[in-house]
């Protein structure tokens, strides 16, 4: 099983082998299931699916709170908020620069989410 570290320590999901899909192999323990729960919880907002297609379309591959306040009509401790919610699921990191923030886009996070819920085995 690969789990990815993102966010620190913490595995984003205990989640796919290489080449099959887990939920469709065979049932997914308990704590497989409150960990996938826990990222689909994160990305089950509308402002934090924006946010996410946001940072990764970005050229540089990383926004600051500043640069997702007008695109996105919201306040900085809105967009903040939605931002931690997305660090803490290990879909983004945080990278702190001075009195700034930068948030980009764990690639492994969403890979790993696609392969758990990729319909071919």
Known sequence: MITSAVAGTRPALPLADACCAPLLREPITTSQAAELARLLKA???????????????????????????????????????????????????????????YYSLVPAALDALAAVLRTTR
């Open 43 to 101: 990305l089950a907002d509308p402002t934090r699916l924006r946010l996410v297609s946001m940072v990764a379309a970005r050229e540089e591959g990383e926004a600051c709170v500043c640069d997702l306040t007008e695109p996105l009509g919201l306040t900085q401790p809105t967009i903040s908020h939605h931002l931690k919610i997305l660090v803490d699921a290990g879909i983004f990191t945080r990278d702190k620069r001075g009195v700034w923030a």
